[in-house]
């Protein structure tokens, strides 16, 4: 199995994008994380749902946890407020990785390999051109978990 046969269309944002829409996207469709792409179309870096839950929690409450029991349910509710007016860049975190990105010809095992040694909920598989990178899909762990087991006969 090469990643080519395993990578899958997927959902992406620009890192111009706007947060609120992006928390909305991994919302309703349970992403583990969105790539995100540069203004060429070219992977930029992964956004991944915790970075994002990490944007709507508080510095403070950060710094001090203890102080998340004492906030009402009220101003609990307000959380997502912190996305309005912010884009995706404003999201990630200060020097973000580039994203993994697999050759279509890797293995399954390396494409394993490579999710297991930079810890991503996603691997973009993209053939880099002369003229830049053309993205043929993204491989998440759980799908390359059942490529694997059901190759396996589990």
Do not use: W
Request: charged share 25%; proline share 8%; aromatic share 2%.
């Amino acid at each position: 199995m090469r990643a080519r046969d395993l990578a899958v269309e997927y959902e992406s944002v620009s890192v111009d994008s706007d947060a609120l829409e992006a928390a909305r996207l991994m919302a309703e469709h349970r992403l583990p994380g969105l790539l995100v792409l540069d203004e060429r179309g070219e992977p930029r870096a992964i956004l991944p749902a915790s970075q994002m839950v990490k944007v709507l929690v508080p510095e403070y409450v950060i710094e001090d946890p203890t102080l998340a029991a004492v906030v009402d349910e009220k101003h609990a509710d307000r959380l997502c407020r912190a996305l309005t007016g912010r884009s995706v860049g404003d999201c990630l975190s200060v020097g973000a990785p580039p994203p993994p990105i697999a050759d279509p010809d890797d293995t399954a095992l390396e494409v394993a390999a490579l999710m297991a040694r930079v810890r991503s909920p996603l691997v973009a598989v993209a053939e880099k051109a002369k003229d830049g990178t053309h993205m043929l899909g993204v491989i998440t762990p759980s799908h390359l978990l059942h490529e694997l087991l059901e190759a396996s006969g589990g």
